[in-house]
């Protein structure tokens, strides 16, 4: 019993002190890429590790100009990110581009995109870290 109340213990709380520890990355580091645009009213990070990927699905308002941050612990290397239309059509990858962080674009119509992201695997590594990566976006008024 007591074996079972750790576990339930670990399951509730590990995931929001893992979601804490990215609050001050976020506060620091990445709202000030936003520079000139209006944060919107929630963000979303997670720490994740080497060889992970995340998905996560965001409505857009027809009519505004974003700027959306994906922004990754550097400890993690150079994490790609895709944005595509929910029938799955990529409109922008992070691969190759000058700006690995940031996706300015203007939306003509209110939509929802899947935001996929990878973490890259570090193979010669002798310890796997873990780092936060927090998803950011915010619009010109």
Avoid: W
Wanted: glycine share 6%.
């Amino acid at each position: 019993m007591k074996a079972y109340k750790i576990l339930l213990f670990l399951l509730v709380f590990i995931p929001s002190f893992a979601s804490a520890q990215c609050k001050p990355f976020t506060k620091n580091k990445v709202l000030p890429k936003l520079n000139g645009y209006v944060q919107n009213d929630s963000y979303n990070s997670a720490q994740m590790a080497p060889g992970e990927d995340a998905e996560l699905m965001v409505t857009f308002f027809g009519g505004r100009d974003y700027r959306l941050l994906v922004v990754a612990h550097p400890i993690l290397g150079d994490v790609e990110f895709t944005v595509s239309d929910i029938n799955g059509k990529q409109i922008y990858t992070n691969k190759g581009a000058q700006d690995k962080e940031a996706f300015e674009f203007k939306m003509k119509n209110t939509q929802q995109l899947v935001i996929k992201i990878k973490v890259p695997e570090q193979k010669d590594a002798v310890v796997q870290h873990i780092g936060c990566i927090s998803i950011v976006s915010g619009f010109k008024q």
